[in-house]
């Protein structure tokens, strides 16, 4: 069964300690991998997506990297302002084209 | 360009009742995702829409339904509510059904009572 795994369910981190966020995944063929930023109440908002095995994109104080089994978020100096949930999603190769999403890692960020 | 945008934003019903939700999808995108989020957890797949068609479905029963139009806004319908039906729904439109980046509407958060 397709499944995706997020950790740590929660995180604190002062501001300026660099961390890294893991989605780890089992699908049968990989189409896309996505990570989202989601604010309490609203709805998720883009990040990255990802392909293949390898690959590495960047944001501001977020970088994104893909291996065959897990993603990792890496953020670097982080601010208060990146307090929010982030969502790693994927979409398989066969079946429905739904994305499947894990449950999140809730990130605050103290001054 | 505009993004996505669904309507209304907030909702209450009872028991028993039927619900409209309506989501406009951005400019170009053909494809239209609805989700589920109940609080604390990620979004579940509901259904796909693709070019007025349904494209696949995920665990949600008949009671659930869905339209996409001509100019790809959609909507969907949920009959006969439920107390567990109360959640955060997600409307995402894509350029394709195969592997491009969904962008999610802010939401309509729907309280069964």
């Known amino acids: 069964e397709d499944q995706v795994t997020q950790s740590p369910e929660a995180l604190r981190l002062q501001e300026g300690e660099s961390s890294s966020l893991n989605c780890s995944y089992t699908?049968?063929?990989?189409?896309?991998l996505f990570w989202y930023r989601q604010d309490p109440g609203k709805g998720p908002e883009f990040l990255f997506t990802l392909y293949s095995a390898g690959e590495e994109k960047e944001k501001e104080r977020l970088k994104a990297t893909l291996t065959k089994k897990e993603s990792f978020l890496h953020i670097t100096a982080p601010k208060p302002e990146d307090s929010a949930t982030y969502l790693c999603?994927?979409?398989?190769?066969?079946?429905?084209?739904?994305?499947?999403f894990g449950t999140g890692t809730r990130l605050k960020v103290l001054a | 360009e505009t993004g996505v945008t669904q309507s209304p934003t907030h909702l209450i019903k009872t028991r028993g009742q039927q619900v409209t939700l309506r989501c406009s999808s951005q400019s170009g995108h053909n494809t239209v995702s609805w989700y589920q989020q109940a609080l604390g957890q990620g979004p579940q797949f509901i259904f796909q829409y693709y070019r007025e068609e349904e494209n696949g479905r995920g665990n949600f029963p008949p009671r659930f339904s869905g339209l996409q139009f001509p100019n790809y806004s959609s909507e969907l319908n949920v009959n006969a509510l439920e107390l567990d039906d109360s959640a955060l729904y997600l409307c995402?439109?894509?350029?394709?059904?195969?592997?491009?980046?969904?962008?999610f509407g802010p939401g309509t958060r729907l309280t069964v009572l």
């Open positions: 699908v049968s063929g990989l189409r896309g």
């Open positions: 995402a439109s894509s350029h394709s059904n195969e592997g491009d980046t969904q962008y």
């Open positions: 999603a994927v979409q398989a190769a066969s079946g429905t084209y739904k994305y499947i």
